[in-house]
Structure formats: C-alpha cells, structure tokens
C-alpha cells in the first residue's frame, strides 16, 4: 500500500501549518495534522448549490460570494448552475489554497478559477461582505463551520457580528447556506433568533452516492433575509 505522500507545506500565520498530501488520484489538506478536506469528501460542498435558490429560479444576472475555495467543488456546482451573465465572487485568505487550487488541485474540479465568470479575491471573506445589497447568495464554508478548526478568529464569522454581515450584504429574499463538519443547534437557534426565515438544517452526504463510505455525513444550514423583515429582525433578539 502506497503511504500518503506531503506535498507541500505552509506555516499559518498564528502558528502552525498546513499541508497538503496526496495518495494516487486522492488529495488531502491538513491544518496542523487534521485533515480540514479531502478530495473524496466533496458531496456536501457540491450540495451547497442546491440551495441557493430554495424556489428553483436562478436570474440572469445571479451574483453569488463564495467564503472559502477549498478544493474548488462548491465553486464548480455554482458555475454548472448559473447562466453566462451570472458572477461568482471568492474570498480566500490562504496564498498556498489558492496557489494549490491553480496546480496540482485545479483538474479535480475542471479549473474552475479559469472561468471568466469568477473573481477571486485573495483576502478575508469579511472584506467582501461589507457593501449592502450585491449577493442573491452567499455560500460560507470557512473552516470547520460554525466550530472553527484552523483559526478561532474564523468563529466570528458566525456569531451576531458575522450574522449582520452577511444579511446586510444579501439582497431582500438571498440565500445564505453555511458547510458545518456536523451538526450544531447552538447556531441553528442563533441564525432563529437574529431573524432569519426559513432556517433548515439539512444533513447530506460527505461522499458522493455508490463510493463505500461508512456513510459519514455533513450538515448545511440555510436560512433566507425576509423580503419584508420588519421592526427588531437582522439585529439579534
């Protein structure tokens, strides 16, 4: 049996590091020696696009932010999804995901960052949240989700602030779909409490149908801004 081989290896920027190795045709990156994706484990990051547009029409002019390239899956089911006038936004802050993304990871998800369709901006997600209104959706997957694994930083970006953000920079009736590693009825209620509509929690398939797979399982949490949101809701209660 072939052993899983380091590729390569970058420090993070409040310690430690992450790596990325690979085994034949399958790829892994690790954050401090726990594996943070794996290009096996992508039916749930795919999903995300699913629910985009919980009512099933995509406009023509759809303009969606990615928080996260991971291994370019969930920007892939976007652009399979949206028409030639539809843009897609990516906020990734790691130079090396990125850079990886372009080499030896780009042909797992067909290239996606060479679409035209797509601006990738190399910086904190939370940079690209603060002009109100731009997004039909945003899809975060930072991290670990809700319960951050590489930075604790990345916990605001689901807390009351992290909220706010995004409902500011979604238009009326836009969808945001949070990736967790599990579930988490802590931010199920919170996402409740702030004032979103219709907030699911949907468990889906880590792997793809017919891999053996011991049936590991994600959660997507969605939730939508009101289209008439009323007194006290976006601000937490």
């Known amino acids: ?24 045709t399958d790829w ?12 096996r484990q992508h039916a749930s990051e795919e999903a995300m696009a699913e629910f ?10 759809a303009k969606i932010l990615i928080g996260g390239l991971g291994m370019g899956f969930t920007l892939r089911a976007v652009l399979d999804r949206l028409g ?7 906020g990734e802050l790691s130079e090396a995901i990125v850079r990886w993304n ?22 904190d997600v939370r940079e690209l949240l603060r002009p109100s209104g731009r997004y039909h959706a945003i899809l975060m997957d930072v991290d670990n989700g809700p319960r951050a ?24 009736g836009g969808t945001l779909v949070v990736w967790s590693a599990g579930p988490d009825e802590r931010f199920r209620t ?15 398939a880590a792997f793809r149908e017919g891999e053996k797979t ?7 949490f969605i939730a939508r801004r009101p289209l008439n949101p009323g007194p006290g809701r976006g601000r937490g209660r």
Not at 84 to 90: I, M, S, T
Not at 214 to 220: A, F, S, Y
């Open 214 to 220: 011991g049936g590991r399982k994600h959660v997507l």
């Open 102 to 123: 372009r080499g030896p990871l780009a042909e797992l998800a067909g290239s996606p960052l060479e679409d035209p369709r797509v601006r990738l901006e190399q910086t």
């Open 84 to 90: 030639p006038e539809g843009k897609v936004v990516v």
């Open 28 to 39: 892994v990156i690790r954050v401090n020696g726990r594996d943070l994706m794996n290009s």
């Open 149 to 172: 694994l590489s930075a604790r930083t990345n916990a605001s970006l689901y807390d009351e602030n992290g909220l706010a953000a995004c409902w500011s920079a979604l238009r009326a």
């Open 52 to 61: 985009m547009f919980p009512e099933g029409a995509v406009p023509e002019d």
């Open 1 to 24: 049996m072939k052993p899983w081989k380091i590729v390569e290896t970058e420090a993070l920027p409040r310690g430690g590091e992450l790596q990325l190795v690979s085994h034949d």
């Open 190 to 204: 919170r996402l409740e409490r702030f004032g979103w509509d219709g907030v699911k929690a949907r468990t889906v």
